[in-house]
């Protein structure tokens, strides 16, 4: 029994040890790790995911990342809020750039490799890039204000080679181009041809053409003319 | 009779201008307005890690303490927790200030600020969560081993006070805009475990002693057993008589302060999580500071 309680005093000792060497580590980044993906379609519809890393350092937040994976009502909740979430942030582009967009199909992937956990986050959003003839271009929402804090990769459909990108990418190959966590993507285009095709530098249309949005900004514009109207025909006719 | 009409038409016309006017200001009203795509998708890649990192440190925190055992250790552990806590909301109370001060510089824009304070608020939620979870779980421990081990309960009060105060106002309701009402916890079970495993009536963990060979897969396990018991009553089990509140109406009492009912505050760091925690944190903030 004494030694027992021995045992448990000197794991809680070891155990606290453990945790306050933890804290005072510093951030471990996890560069292949983390990532913010969008593997477009020739439609310009895409997969896009996230994806997080979590250091799992103790053997509490190995068995925690391991109830959360098994645990149905959570990994569900938590997509559920994504896609949610991912839906008011197309409902804002779709407004910006007058493309109608849709999100749908949620998912979760949990993995844990050593002491590493990594969640994928993923929803297929149609009408995220713009598609005109045999060429796509992507710009909302990474045009206006995404600022990524893991790397952004923009994968083209099969078929498709990038033809120019704004900011110029970290890093780039035929069919895929990919920008730094904390690079500014002021003015963010990536502009992709179906190899073999002729479009290229006309993808203008896509990254932004304003919507009704201009309109909103004259909210009493109609009421006050009827009013003024009805004052200038009333005295009008009150002077007739 | 025209003087007639002519008041009438005045008055009319006087009236639909107000309405005009209202109108205009109702639009402008919603400051939601003012925040661009890509920064909301920021705010919600920030938010999701976060609530994440929240739902690992709750459950950390259940495993462990189901994993102590006895009292005392479960006093220590509650204890490093609150001490990691008072940490981490400092470090959120610093990068608050921190935020308002480049938003009044112009050094960020307001969609930018806004982006950065949902995963702030989102933050704010945990620690608050935590200092629930470690405050019922404190009610099932005798005072004076609390003591012996460093839980001073006066002060995990004190700091779900400040918590309260970093995510009132102008927080929680950005935390709203980006993130939408659905916020904190993804679900209860999670505290429930760690009030539980604090718990029989008689103080003993319910799942009752483990042995260290299968702590592992328990520790999943024992998660899941107790979400269904817990399901029932979650919080009451811990009690021992202690007229400590229970984990749930704890967080009532946050989600009430904050933000309707979403949050519920999150746990946030377990030593090993605080660790972790911050390493996170630290990576968002590495993220987020542009």
Partial sequence: MIVRRLTGILVVACWVGVLSSAAAMPAVAQPDDEAFRVDLDERGDAEVSVTYAYDLTTEDEADAFEVISNDEATRTAFVDRFESRMRSVAERSENRTGREMSVGDGAVELERTDDTGVVTLSVRWEGLAAAEGDALTLGEPFASGFSPDRPLTVSAPDGYAIAATTPTASEDGASTATWDAGTDLGGFEVEMTAEGGTAGSDADGTGGTPTANGTEDTPGFGVGVAAVALLAAVLLGERR | ?290
Avoid: C, H, W
Avoid at chain 2, 96 to 109: F, P, T, V, Y
């Fill in chain 2, 1 to 290: 009779m025209k003087r007639i009409s002519l008041l009438v038409a005045a008055v009319v016309a006087v009236g639909l201008l107000a309405v005009g006017a209202a109108g205009a200001l109702a639009q402008e009203e919603p400051d939601d307005e003012e925040i661009a795509p890509g920064e909301q998708l920021s705010g919600v890649v920030g938010v999701q890690d976060a609530e994440f990192e929240g739902e690992l440190n709750d459950n950390a925190f259940a495993v462990a303490l189901d994993r102590a055992d006895d009292d005392a250790a479960r006093a220590s552990e509650i204890a490093a927790r609150v001490n990691d806590t008072e940490t981490r909301l400092a470090e959120l109370e610093e990068r608050r200030d921190r935020l308002k001060a480049q938003r009044e510089n112009g050094e960020i824009s307001e969609g930018e600020y806004r982006a950065r304070t949902a995963r702030l608020a989102t933050e704010v939620d945990n620690a608050q969560r935590q200092l629930n979870r470690s405050d019922a779980a404190a009610a099932g421990i005798n005072p004076e081993t609390l003591r012996e081990n460093g839980v001073n309960v006066d002060a995990i009060e004190t700091l779900r006070r400040n918590a309260s105060e970093l995510s009132g106002g102008e927080v929680s309701e950005i935390a709203r805009s980006i993130a939408g009402e659905n916020r904190g916890p993804f679900r209860q079970a999670a505290g429930d475990r760690a009030g539980n495993a604090t718990a029989g009536p008689d103080g003993r963990p319910a799942d009752g002693p483990e042995t260290g060979s299968d702590r592992r897969s328990d520790g999943a396990d024992a998660g899941t057993d107790d979400d269904d018991s817990d399901g029932s009553e979650p919080g009451d089990a811990d009690r021992n008589g202690s007229e400590t509140p229970d984990p749930d109406s704890a967080d009532v009492g946050d989600d009430g302060t904050d933000s309707g009912g979403d949050s519920g505050g999150g746990s946030s760091d377990t030593d090993g999580d605080s660790g972790e925690q911050s390493d996170t944190s630290g990576r968002s903030s590495t993220g987020a500071g542009r």
